[in-house]
Structure formats: C-alpha cells, structure tokens
C-alpha cells in the first residue's frame, strides 16, 4: 500500500462516521395548542403549524416534529432539549414558556447552545407584565403588559431588502392584527424585517435577533387570521424566518410552498342546538 492510501485509510479510520459539519439534519421542533377562545379562523394555532409543517418537511438538512402544548406538556422540556430550534405558536407565548419553570429551563437551555427560537404572533408575549423580560430574553421582542397596543386592518409592510430573511420580497398590503409599540430585548442585535405606519409612527412587526451569545430568534406579530396562510409571501418569510433561527438557508432551487386550500380553509365548527 502506498504512504498517501495508508495515510487516508487512518484518517477515515479515526474521523466520526457522521457530524453535524458533515450534514447531520438538524431538529426542528414546532410547538401549538388549540382554539384560545378567539372567533373561528383566528389563532388557529395547530392548524397553522399543520401548514408550516408541511413547507419545510422536504427541507435538506431538516428533521422536523411537532409537539401540542396542551396534550404533550411532560415531554415539552425534553423534546426542546433533544431540537436544535423550536417555533412557538401559541396563545400568551411568553406567560406558557415562563410559567412552568421546567419549561422555562429548557428553553433557557436551547438559548445557551444556541439554538434557533421563533415565536409567531400571540406567542410573542403576554398580558402580565411578569412574562415580558422571558420573551425578550428569549426571542427578542415582546408584545405585554397593560401598555400593550395592537390594531386589526389592512396595512402594508415595507421589507428590510437588507436581511437574508426579506432580501427579494416586496412590500405587502395585507389585513392583519398588528401589535405594536413593541419591547425589544436591550442586547445584542434586534434587525427590524417589516415595517408599517401606525399611529403616525414606523413600527416593527417582525424582528431578527442575534442574540449575544451568537443564537438567533425570530419574531413575528401577524398570523391572527388562519387565511393569511395563504398569502405565499407570509409563508416564503416564516419559513426563511425558521430556517435563518438555525442557520440553514432557503435552498437553491427555492422552498416548496404549495400547499392544499383545504389548510386555509378550515372547517367551520358545528353549531351547538337541537337537532
């Protein structure tokens, strides 16, 4: 055997069979719970996450699970444990994730490694002022406490054509439910990625933020009407959103973003009476 094949044999011999370096997938996790009481269409949080679920399933490099936060809560800090990036979408994000201080842990722990965190619209905050610093320390923005201001119309959204995350995208009208007056984390570096006018004002309603120990986190405010799904230009952003949190990149040949019109959609819920 000549020196170079020997010297090769011993390197692929001593090399791991497989690293993260290599391509090992990274784990994805997406949290939802069910209805919160708002009117049907709106915070329809499993079913959003059905859809989401399905734009990055075909994702190279990509294991992606979902978990209910209501049926599966036991498992939840385990599960966040074993996921290299989690994305929360449910009601009073910041309040579910503080709460419960075995929750609360494993995501502190998910931060510390580094890990992606994307919170979707109501989960981007919380009612009682208690739970705001959790979102700020978590993903970086916060829409809580009594001071808490949001509007539902149409506005249009003007990209950051800077960010990975909205490079390419255009600007957008849409009807929404847009909070605003937001409180973002004080270190590190919050990017805004849309913003509107509301009161006479610039406001951000998605942000990226580099935290400062180098993990990143997403955030954004829309998502109240289940039908926005079907805007292909929310579902490319969110799912760029994601992907940017764990430091993957939309592929080449683009994201697969079809999706059925049966995931918009949704069933009306059966009237409750006689007969």
């Given at each position: 055997?000549?020196?170079?094949d020997?010297?090769?044999?011993?390197?692929?011999?001593?090399?791991?069979?497989?690293s993260?370096?290599?391509?090992?997938?990274?784990?994805?996790?997406?949290?939802?719970?069910?209805p919160?009481?708002?009117?049907?269409?709106?915070?329809?949080?499993?079913?959003?996450?059905?859809?989401?679920?399905?734009?990055?399933?075909?994702?190279?490099?990509?294991?992606?699970?979902?978990?209910?936060?209501?049926?599966?809560?036991?498992?939840?800090?385990?599960?966040?444990?074993?996921?290299?990036?989690?994305?929360?979408?449910?009601?009073?994000?910041?309040?579910w994730?503080?709460?419960?201080?075995?929750?609360?842990?494993?995501?502190?722990?998910?931060?510390?490694?580094?890990?992606?965190?994307?919170?979707?619209?109501?989960?981007?905050?919380?009612?009682?002022?208690?739970?705001?610093?959790?979102?700020?320390?978590?993903?970086?923005?916060?829409?809580?406490?009594?001071?808490?201001?949001?509007?539902?119309?149409?506005?249009?959204?003007?990209?950051?054509?800077?960010?990975?995350?909205?490079?390419?995208?255009?600007?957008?009208?849409?009807?929404d439910?847009?909070?605003?007056?937001?409180?973002?984390?004080?270190?590190?570096?919050?990017?805004?990625?849309?913003?509107?006018?509301?009161?006479?004002?610039?406001?951000?309603v998605?942000?990226?933020?580099?935290?400062?120990?180098?993990?990143?986190?997403?955030g954004?405010?829309?998502?109240?009407?289940?039908?926005?799904?079907?805007e292909?230009?929310?579902?490319?952003?969110?799912?760029?959103?994601?992907?940017?949190?764990m430091?993957?990149?939309?592929?080449?040949?683009?994201?697969?973003?079809?999706?059925?019109?049966?995931?918009?959609?949704?069933?009306?819920?059966?009237?409750?009476?006689?007969?």
């Open positions: 055997m000549q020196f170079v020997a010297l090769l044999l011993l390197v692929m011999c001593a090399a791991p069979a497989f993260a370096e290599e391509g090992q997938p990274k784990r994805l996790l997406l949290i939802s719970q069910g919160d009481g708002h009117p049907w269409n709106t915070h329809e949080f499993r079913a959003g996450v059905r859809i989401l679920h399905r734009l990055l399933a075909d994702m190279p490099g990509l294991e992606v699970s979902t978990v209910d936060a209501e049926d599966d809560q036991r498992d939840i800090p385990k599960l966040v444990d074993a996921a290299d990036g989690v994305v929360l979408f449910v009601s009073q994000g910041s309040e994730v503080g709460s419960n201080p075995e929750r609360l842990a494993a995501f502190e722990r998910l931060a510390a490694r580094k890990g992606g965190i994307t919170a979707l619209h109501w989960a981007v905050g919380a009612k009682d002022p208690r739970y705001i610093d959790v979102a700020k320390n978590l993903w970086g923005g916060c829409h809580g406490g009594p001071d808490r201001k949001y509007v539902v119309d149409q506005r249009t959204l003007e990209p950051n054509r800077e960010h990975p995350i909205t490079a390419g995208l255009e600007a957008l009208t849409i009807r439910e847009w909070y605003y007056t937001l409180k973002f984390a004080s270190e590190g570096t919050v990017t805004p990625l849309w913003t509107t006018t509301i009161d006479d004002a610039p406001q951000a998605s942000w990226a933020w580099e935290r400062p120990n180098g993990g990143r986190s997403f954004f405010v829309g998502l109240h009407f289940h039908e926005n799904w079907g292909e230009t929310y579902r490319r952003f969110v799912s760029r959103g994601v992907l940017w949190t430091g993957l990149e939309e592929p080449k040949e683009g994201l697969s973003l079809e999706i059925d019109r049966n995931d918009i959609e949704e069933p009306r819920p059966k009237p409750v009476g006689k007969g």
